[in-house]
């Protein structure tokens, strides 16, 4: 899967001019790539508590199917930034969503096999077909405007946001009237939808034969002429280890870590409320003491005051529908990516408008404020939820805000990639910064579900999550640079 970086022959990377910008067309566009492409992904959060049910999986193996995704997803970084250069953003990002697609269409096939081998697959697959999504968008959004780049950014985000939120609530409704297989028909074929929007409005000459629309460079004299750095071995282990680029991976890293966590597992920790709390309903209904201490002994014992669990979570919404359980906490699930999509357009705004006249901060205070505050907050509203009972009203509004607060950290690390990316290279920061980031899901999302065992506890899981926010806060906040690297630097 990887090329011999040193010994093949150069691939020189195509230097931007950043004159003219991006289409809206083009932005809408990658919007809704982004959209389809965190439907695919997050569906499987949802059908994974019914599968789990109908296959018999263990915990340790909920969480090992759910990883699966993640191994892929590593393994096509650095090369969907590779060949996104080589043969155009644009046909790669084509190419990646038909893959992706196909692979969300066939897990149910998969997932009726008597190993877990061919699911695995699957989401191997899916990871890996994803994997260019980000280094391709990137590369496109690098052609921005400087004043632009971040809100563009932060559009792409907000279709990660929305199509979670979508997800969510669309894998339940589907769910509910039917059974968790069409949630795989139906998400997969958004992605043939979209594949054809893209040749359809782009055209077949930029997707296909992989040609831009962008700006291009223009060179009034020879001498003027910019020369990219060659996309080497070398090349990338001086941008990997570049001290601008060091705090942004790390952030990147503990952003994608609490994300993946959150994506692959809330629903099921909601799920876990929602029969914790019916669990004590029933044995407080059938106790001799009710309203005497064996209640107040059964409330207790969730951490939280059962009616309100109840509410929240959904725990009272409980039917049969062709013979599943249907567990209706989409809203509550959702909420903290509504939170995240309105907290990542506010600071994107507010993070040019800090870099344009008459406020006029540095890239390196205004990244590193975004970046801190936002790691900061998310933080103190974990901390909060931590001294709160599990499953009450007020704890699960300070574990949204908490997720939503998260976001504002995009428009410091994500968007500081751009800042600080040589020419041409902001689709591979991207790559190499995902690369490294996607380690999050590959050790943090089992590692959840062993911790879990281990101590029975959520709260272990989510007090990691705060000290994850603080590391992130601390490194980034403290090291973050505005300055772009040089070529000279990177040859």
Same mark, same amino acid.
């Given at each position: 899967f990887f090329l011999p970086l040193d010994t093949a022959p150069t691939i020189m990377l195509k230097t931007v001019s950043v004159t003219q910008g991006l289409s809206t067309a083009t932005v809408a566009l990658c919007v809704l790539c982004m959209f389809v492409c965190y439907c695919d992904r997050v569906n499987m959060s949802v059908a994974v508590v019914y599968m789990a049910d109908e296959f018999q999986w263990s915990t340790t193996e909920t969480g090992t199917v759910l990883a699966a995704f993640f191994y892929g997803y590593v393994c096509s970084q650095i090369l969907g930034s590779v060949l996104a250069h080589k043969y155009g953003s644009r046909r790669v990002l084509w190419l990646g969503c038909l893959g992706w697609s196909t692979a969300t269409v066939a897990i149910p096939y998969a997932a009726s096999s008597t190993t877990l081998f061919p699911i695995l697959a699957c989401r191997f697959l899916l990871g890996f077909a994803e994997g260019v999504a980000y280094p391709c968008i990137y590369a496109i959004c690098g052609e921005s405007l400087p004043e632009r780049r971040t809100r563009n950014i932060g559009w792409a985000q907000t279709g990660v946001f929305s199509g979670t939120i979508f997800a969510f609530f669309a894998?339940?409704? &589907?769910?509910?009237?039917?059974?968790?297989?069409?949630? =795989?028909?139906?998400?997969?074929?958004?992605? /043939?939808?979209? $594949?054809?929007?893209?040749?359809?409005?782009?055209?077949?000459?930029?997707?296909?034969?992989?040609?831009?629309?962008?700006?291009?460079?223009? %060179?009034?004299?020879? +001498?003027?002429?910019?020369? +990219?750095? +060659?996309?080497?071995?070398?090349?990338?282990?001086?941008?990997?280890?570049?001290?601008?680029?060091?705090? &942004? &991976?790390? $952030?990147?890293?503990?952003? $994608?870590?609490? %994300?993946?966590? =959150?994506?692959?597992?809330?629903?099921?920790?909601?799920?876990?409320?929602?029969? $914790?709390?019916?669990?004590?309903?029933?044995?407080?209904?059938?106790?001799?003491?009710?309203?005497?201490?064996?209640?107040?002994?059964?409330?207790?014992?969730?951490?939280?005051?059962?009616?309100?669990?109840?509410?929240? *979570?959904?725990?009272?919404?409980?039917?049969?529908?062709?013979?599943?359980?249907?567990? *209706?906490?989409?809203?509550?699930? +959702?909420?903290?990516?509504?939170?995240?999509?309105?907290?990542?357009?506010i600071a994107s705004y507010v993070a040019d408008r800090m870099l344009t006249p008459p406020t006029r901060w540095s890239v390196k205070a205004t990244r590193r404020l975004m970046g801190a505050g936002g790691y900061g907050l998310a933080a103190l509203c974990m901390l909060v939820f931590l001294l709160l009972p599990l499953g009450s009203a007020i704890g699960t509004f300070f574990l949204s805000l908490a997720v939503g607060c998260s976001a504002i950290t995009s428009a410091g690390h994500e968007a500081n990639k751009l800042d600080i990316a040589p020419d041409g290279f902001a689709g591979v920061l991207q790559g190499v910064s995902n690369t490294m980031a996607a380690f999050g899901g590959v050790i943090g999302v089992p590692a959840v579900a062993y911790i879990f065992e281990l101590t029975g506890s959520w709260k272990s899981v989510f007090g990691m999550i705060?000290? &994850? /926010?603080?590391?992130?806060?601390?490194?980034?906040?403290?090291?973050?640079?505005?300055?772009?690297?040089?070529?000279e630097e990177l040859t």
């Open positions: 894998s339940e409704a &589907i769910i509910a009237r039917q059974s968790w297989q069409p949630v =795989f028909h139906v998400f997969g074929g958004l992605g /043939y939808v979209w $594949a054809a929007l893209w040749i359809a409005v782009l055209g077949p000459q930029q997707v296909l034969l992989g040609e831009s629309n962008g700006p291009r460079t223009v %060179h009034l004299t020879p +001498a003027a002429k910019p020369v +990219a750095p +060659a996309l080497t071995l070398s090349t990338m282990r001086k941008l990997v280890v570049h001290r601008a680029v060091v705090p &942004i &991976i790390f $952030a990147h890293l503990c952003h $994608a870590t609490t %994300h993946f966590i =959150f994506l692959s597992w809330l629903p099921t920790f909601y799920d876990s409320i929602d029969r $914790a709390a019916i669990n004590n309903v029933s044995a407080i209904r059938t106790d001799s003491g009710i309203g005497g201490d064996g209640g107040s002994s059964s409330s207790s014992s969730s951490g939280g005051v059962l009616s309100t669990a109840a509410l929240v *979570a959904g725990a009272s919404l409980h039917s049969q529908d062709q013979g599943q359980e249907h567990r *209706a906490h989409g809203s509550i699930v +959702a909420l903290p990516y509504a939170l995240m999509m309105i907290c990542n357009i705060m000290l &994850i /926010y603080i590391a992130g806060g601390l490194v980034f906040g403290t090291r973050a640079s505005g300055t772009r690297i040089s070529v």
